[in-house]
C-alpha cells in the first residue's frame, strides 16, 4: 500500500509503546483484540487481525496501486541506544531490498525448507528470517515468544534441512545446552548469528556436532540494515576469542577512520564507518541525533552520499578481514 511499517513489541511499557505511536503519529494500527486494552490508541484506526474480518471481507480485493519508490521508508524500528530516549531507525526500500537479495543468494535460502521465527518482530535481527525464505518460496513458522529457547530448540529437533536460523550469541549459547551432540547435524543449513559480539566459545558445538552447518558471524547495526558485513566461520579453522566480523555485503562501503577521519593503516585500530546503499535516512523528528551519527562521506564524489558513525572499534587484519575491538563509548548492549 506504499506505507512504512513500525512494530511495536505488545511486551513494552506503556510509556514506551505511547512515545512511539505519538512519534510516528501512525494512522492506522494492526494488532490483536486481546492486547487493545492495553495500548494507548486515541486517534489511530485500529484493526484486529483476529476479529475484524468480516469488516476486512468488505474492502477492494485488488492490490492498491503504489507510488512507492526506492527511496520511500519500507520501516521504523526504535532503538534505545546510548541515550536510553527510543530513536526511530528510517529505513528507505532500497537498504532493505539490497539486503535481502543478497541475504537470500548467500545464503542460498531457497535450498533449505524455510526458517523459524523465534524473536520479536521489534528487532531488526528477525527480518533475515522473516523475509528471506517468503522471497524464495519458503515457509516461516511463528514460534510463541514467550515461552523461552526451549520452544526453539524442540521445534528445531522437529524439522531438518531448515534454510537458516538467526539467532544471538546468547541464545545460540542456551540451544547448545538444549540439544545433544547426536541430535545436532541436519537440522539447519545455516545459523546467522548477529546482535552482539560472537565468541569462538558460542559455535565450538556446532562446529564438533555439525560441521556441515554454515556459521555466519553477521554485523551490522540497525542503522545500516540488519547486516552489513558478515564473517562464514571455515569448517576447519581453528579460532580464539572473538570471532571476525569480516568482509562487507553486496553495495556495501567500510571505513576504519581515526578521530581525524582519516583512513588507518591495516593492523590499527579506528571507528568503523558504513556506507553504501543500507544506510539509513536518519532518526525520525531527531535532525540534530541524524546530523551527528551521519556525515558526509568524504571518500566519494556522489552529492549526499553519507557514512554512518558506528562507534564501534574495529581493525583489518592482513586477509582484509575485519575484527570487532569494542566501542568508542560504554554503550553495552542486552539481548542485542
Given amino acids: 500500500a506504499g506505507g512504512a511499517y513500525v512494530p511495536i513489541d505488545p511486551i513494552y511499557p506503556k510509556e514506551r509503546q505511547a512515545f512511539i505511536l505519538g512519534d510516528t503519529q501512525a494512522l492506522v494500527l494492526l494488532t490483536q483484540q486481546s492486547l487493545v486494552a492495553e ?7 485500529v484493526i484486529c487481525l483476529d476479529t475484524d474480518w468480516e469488516v476486512i471481507a468488505n474492502e477492494c480485493p485488488e492490490n492498491p496501486v503504489s507510488q512507492t519508490t526506492a527511496l520511500n521508508l519500507a520501516y521504523v524500528i526504535y532503538t534505545s541506544g546510548s541515550t536510553g530516549k527510543p530513536k526511530g531507525t ?4 532500497q537498504g ?7 541475504c537470500t543468494q548467500a545464503y542460498a535460502v531457497e535450498q533449505g525448507d524455510g526458517t523459524l521465527v523465534h524473536s520479536s ?4 535481527l528477525t527480518i533475515t528470517s522473516l523475509f528471506s525464505p517468503l522471497l524464495v518460496g519458503c515457509r516461516v513458522d511463528l514460534l510463541p515468544e514467550d515461552q523461552g529457547i526451549e520452544t526453539l530448540s524442540n521445534s528445531l529437533l522437529h524439522h531438518s534441512n531448515l534454510s537458516l536460523v538467526k539467532i544471538t550469541p546468547v541464545h545460540l549459547e542456551l540451544l547448545n545446552q538444549q540439544i545433544s551432540p547426536k541430535e545436532a547435524s541436519g537440522r ?8 552482539e559480539n560472537l565468541l569462538v566459545n558460542s559455535i565450538s558445538f556446532w562446529q564438533k556436532a555439525a560441521p556441515d552447518t554454515m556459521l555466519v558471524n553477521e554485523y551490522g547495526p540497525t542503522e545500516t540494515v540488519v547486516g552489513c558485513c558478515i564473517y562464514k566461520v571455515p569448517s576447519s579453522e581453528q579460532l580464539s576469542g572473538s570471532v571476525p566480523i569480516g568482509q562487507p555485503i553486496a553495495n556495501t562501503k567500510l571505513y576504519v577512520l581515526n578521530p581525524h577521519c582519516q583512513l588507518v593503516p591495516i593492523g590499527m585500530v579506528g571507528e568503523l564507518y ?5 544506510v539509513a535516512r536518519g532518526y525520525l523528528n531527531r535532525p540534530e541525533l541524524t546530523a551527528e551519527k551521519f556525515v558526509p562521506n568524504p571518500f566519494t564524489n556522489e552529492p549526499g552520499e553519507r557514512l554512518y558513525k558506528t562507534g564501534d572499534l574495529v581493525r583489518y587484519r592482513p586477509d582484509g578481514t575485519l575484527e570487532f575491538l569494542g566501542r568508542c563509548d560504554d554503550q553495552v548492549k542486552i539481548r542485542g
Avoid at 528510517?90 to 526500500?93: A, N
Avoid at 532493505?96 to 543478497?102: G, K, M, P, Q
Avoid at 539447519?188 to 546482535?195: D, K, L, V
Fill in 39 to 45: 495500548i494507548p490508541t486515541e486517534g489511530i484506526k
Fill in 121 to 124: 518482530l521489534a528487532f531488526d
Fill in 96 to 102: 532493505l531490498v539490497n539486503y535481502l537479495n543478497w
Fill in 90 to 93: 528510517l529505513i528507505p526500500h
Fill in 274 to 278: 558504513i556506507g553504501g546503499l543500507g
Fill in 188 to 195: 539447519t543449513r545455516a545459523f546467522i548469528i548477529g546482535g
